[in-house]
Nanobody
């Protein structure tokens, strides 16, 4: 069993910054990719950024140059630094991880999400 817990969301003014964190805990052999998704009301969940165990990153076009994803493998934690926030960034942000469990099977897990609201 793997648990992912996001933190760092909140209310911020346009142009402001937030740093999201997601910590993985439980029993597993290893974590491969970790990623951030977001979902606004009435819209589909969309990929924001992803990072492999080796540190390679991938970003959605709408956040390139503003957001940065990173991870601390020793802490099983992924971060999302969000700068230059816009009202359209308002959404629930979810953490996801692809995990190899103790039975050597791959599986995907999701956190419950953290609310990010960008408004003046």
């Amino acid at each position: 069993q793997v648990q992912l817990v996001e933190s760092g969301g909140g209310l911020v003014q346009p142009g402001g910054s937030l740093r999201l964190s997601c910590a993985a805990s439980g029993t597993f052999a290893s974590i491969n990719a970790m990623s951030w998704y977001r979902q606004a009301p009435g819209k589909e969940r969309e990929l924001v950024a992803a990072i492999t165990s080796g540190g390679s990153t991938n970003y959605a076009d709408f956040v390139k140059g503003r957001f940065a994803i990173s991870r601390d493998n020793a802490k099983n934690t992924v971060y999302l630094q969000m700068n230059g926030l816009k009202p359209e960034d308002t959404a629930v942000y979810f953490c996801s991880a692809i995990v190899r469990d103790v039975s050597w099977k791959w599986d995907a897990f999701w956190g419950r999400g953290t609310q990010v609201t960008v408004s003046s």
